[in-house]
């Protein structure tokens, strides 16, 4: 884009200074590596929630959702369905775990309940998974930059690495969180601008579009087939997708470590609840505006569709818009980059370096090296970004094809872990090593979609371990303290309070108010069913 213009610079500038300032501001609250991780346990859930929310959506939804449902059609909605689900069992299952240990990294669990051999294989899944997605997200939105100022890929790639680890490096988790809830309201107007736009600018009436895409068959967000090579259907969404989703929201450092600097579980639980509620909402809207764009455009090709949006502001003419979008686009990679670089640098810190080179040192020296180690991982993630700016196709769709790749090895160690007494380390290490083959056998010799990897992968990582660990180590007789069953049995034993404020803090119960998660869910089957009946 030749001209992005004065107003525009100043929008994004301004945005991008504003964030310096929030992160230099916090950096007065970070005096350990306690603050570093976790904050000091004082942020409000509402403000963890957008924060996990924004940190989820990131730029590759702004960007990739539209180009999916552009290419595919709003069917992709699907793949998306299950965050109540999603939310549930990981409020119930892996929140108390997590929260009640006290701990900074949540891999320490493994170590409880199986070995540190155990940690170590999946604090380095979690390094190298995280790094690859870091990295299509730094992609995502270098093409922005490129397509605003001209300014070559690569080098933006560094710029948007540059000023991510600098506010993160000053204010860690509180930073973290503090811009997120700034990017997810940047984020939603620069959504809702362009899709008020769009209506101001179709070529006819809004429900003829809608009837002419329905009758290209672009409006059924429905697809019951059960045909496992096609990637978005009710049953790879609801099925598949729920368990992948599971791993990301549960088992993701990232993801849960901003809910440890909650002030206790209840607010932990509440800011997870915020997802489980509004994520449908959010995905709707993004896939719902690249179905209006392929009306918009009648369906012409683009050499790479993740620019549809950037290409629509920039031709629509409205003084500031595309500052606005660069901004929100920024805005959005931001807030998955810099939580990506805090947890990088709290696993590298806590799994590796504290455990296994320095034990013992001072919070002020443990800080240190966390700042460093973020520095680290924001240089390494810049080689595959680059790497990624050879692909053309939908980044959303290219990163949930990245991660499918290693969240059955999650799903299976915290499954087991939870609710196998027959599992030991031995066995589930073998169980990983035989998932990660029948991973790689489904995406290089079938032509089954992305979204079962996880479910198949898992499902034999799973089989394996449990035939292992009984031919290595024989039968186990009790189970583990750290199993849902061993966790109830500890609370009933010592007379440990079950809740806390009214939220349960034994793994396992269920509180009340997930139940209306499943209420919602049914909910947004039945308004998907009639969206489509009544265009």
């Known amino acids: 884009m030749s001209n992005f213009g004065t107003l525009n610079w100043s929008i994004l500038i301004a945005y991008i200074l504003l964030n310096l300032l929030l992160g230099w ?58 965050y109540p689900i999603v939310v549930l069992v990981v409020i119930t299952l892996f929140l108390p775990f997590f929260f009640n240990s006290g701990v900074a990294s949540i891999y320490d669990y493994m170590e409880r309940r199986f070995g540190p051999t155990s940690r170590v294989v999946i604090s380095s899944v979690f390094l190298i998974s995280q790094a690859l997605t870091s990295a299509a997200i730094l992609y995502a939105t270098s093409l922005v930059i490129e397509f605003i100022t001209g300014i070559d890929v690569k080098t933006a790639i560094v710029i948007v690495t540059v000023v991510a680890l600098i506010y993160t490096m000053m204010g860690g988790i509180t930073a973290v969180i503090w811009t997120d809830v700034i990017q997810a309201g940047v984020l939603f107007v620069g959504a809702f601008i ?3 736009a769009l209506f101001d600018s179709m070529p006819m009436p809004l429900a003829e579009v809608l009837a002419d895409l329905k009758a290209q068959g672009k409006t059924n967000p429905l697809n019951f087939s059960f045909d496992l090579s096609v990637e978005a259907t009710v049953w790879s969404g609801v099925i598949a997708m729920s368990i992948f989703h599971i791993t990301v929201y549960g088992a993701n450092q990232m993801m849960v470590q901003r809910t440890l600097a909650a002030k206790n579980i209840g607010d932990a639980k509440k800011s997870f609840l915020l997802m489980g509620f509004v994520a449908f909402f959010i995905y709707f809207l ?3 505006l690249g179905i209006l764009f392929y009306g918009y455009y ?37 807030s998955s980059l810099d939580s990506s670089f805090n947890s990088l640098a709290t696993i590298s810190t806590v799994d590796f370096y504290e455990k296994y080179f320095k034990k013992n040192e001072s919070p002020e020296h443990y800080l240190a090296v966390s700042r460093w180690f973020t520095v680290f991982w924001a ?45 030991t380390e031995k066995g589930l290490l073998v169980g990983v090593a035989v998932g990660f083959v029948m991973i790689w056998y489904l995406a290089t010799q079938t032509d089954i979609a992305w ?8 499902g034999v990582n799973i089989i394996v371990a449990l035939i292992a660990s009984r031919l290595i180590d024989g039968t186990q007789t009790e189970w583990s303290e750290y199993s849902i069953k061993g966790q109830q049995k500890k609370f009933k034993e010592q007379g440990l309070p079950e809740k806390e404020n009214g939220w349960y803090l034994v793994p396992g119960k269920i509180d009340k108010v997930s139940y209306l998660l499943l ?14 009946k009544l265009i």
């Open 25 to 82: 501001v916090l950096s007065k609250r970070v005096s350990t590596a306690e603050d570093f991780y976790l904050g000091r346990r004082t942020t409000p859930w509402w403000a963890i929630g957008i924060s996990v929310i924004a940190t989820y959506v990131s730029a590759l939804s702004f960007l990739g959702g539209p180009a999916w449902s552009y290419s595919e059609s709003l069917a992709v909605i699907a793949i998306h369905l299950n």
């Open 194 to 196: 362009i899709l008020f």
């Open 286 to 288: 993004f896939f719902f």
């Open 298 to 334: 009648g369906g012409q090709e683009f050499a790479n569709g993740n620019t549809i949006i950037l290409d629509f502001a920039a031709n629509y003419g409205l003084p500031g818009l595309m500052g606005i979008i660069a901004a929100a686009i920024v805005a959005a990679s931001m």
């Open 379 to 423: 240089i390494v993630i810049i080689v595959p970004a680059i790497v990624y700016s050879a692909f053309e196709g939908s980044v959303l769709q290219t990163l949930s094809k990245i991660g499918s790749y290693f969240v059955g090895a999650k799903l299976s160690m915290y499954g087991l872990g939870f609710f196998s007494k027959q599992t």
């Open 451 to 458: 979204p079962w990897y996880c479910l198949f992968g898992g």
């Open 519 to 532: 209420v919602f869910f049914a909910l947004t089957i039945i308004f998907l069913f009639t969206f489509e």
